[in-house]
C-alpha cells in the first residue's frame, strides 16, 4: 500500500512558475513508476509526465514538453514536477499516481493516486 500526498498546488499568474510535490508514503517508493496527471473542470483526465522506477527516464505530454520537468528523490520518497511558463490552459487538478510498470502514460498504468492540488493560472 502507498498513500500518495500532493502539495505546492495554488495561484499564479500566466508566465509563472510552480514546484508541486508530492511524497509517498512506506519504504517501497524506489519500486514504482510515478507519474503526474491533470483534470481541469468539464475534461477528463490527461497524463502530464512520468519518471520511471528503474533508470529515471522521463516523458512528457507533448502540451507541457519543454516547460515542466519531473524528478524524483528517492531518499525523500518524493517526485517534483516543476511548472514553468505557465498558461491558463495549465489550470486543474493535478494528482501524482505510482505504477509498477516500468512505465505508463496511461491513468490505468498506475495503481495508487493522491488526492490532488488545484493550480490555477491567471490570464
Known amino acids: 500500500q502507498v498513500q500518495l500526498v500532493e502539495s505546492g498546488g495554488g495561484l499564479v499568474q500566466a508566465g509563472g512558475s510552480l514546484r508541486l510535490s508530492c511524497a509517498a508514503s512506506?519504504?517501497?517508493?524506489?519500486?514504482?513508476?510515478m507519474g503526474w496527471f491533470r483534470q481541469a473542470p468539464g475534461k477528463e483526465r490527461e497524463f502530464v509526465a512520468t519518471?520511471?522506477?528503474?533508470?529515471?527516464?522521463?516523458y512528457y505530454a507533448d502540451s507541457v514538453k519543454g516547460r515542466f520537468t519531473v524528478s524524483r528523490d528517492n531518499a525523500k520518497n518524493t517526485v517534483y514536477l516543476q511548472m514553468n511558463s505557465l498558461k491558463p490552459e495549465d489550470t486543474a487538478v493535478y494528482y501524482c499516481?505510482?505504477?509498477?510498470?516500468?512505465?505508463?502514460?496511461?491513468?490505468?498504468?498506475?495503481?495508487?493516486w493522491g488526492q490532488g492540488t488545484q493550480v490555477t493560472v491567471s490570464s
Open positions: 512506506g519504504r517501497t517508493f524506489s519500486r514504482y513508476t
Open positions: 499516481a505510482a505504477s509498477p510498470l516500468d512505465f505508463g502514460s496511461k491513468s490505468t498504468d498506475y495503481i495508487y
Open positions: 519518471i520511471t522506477k528503474t533508470s529515471g527516464s522521463t
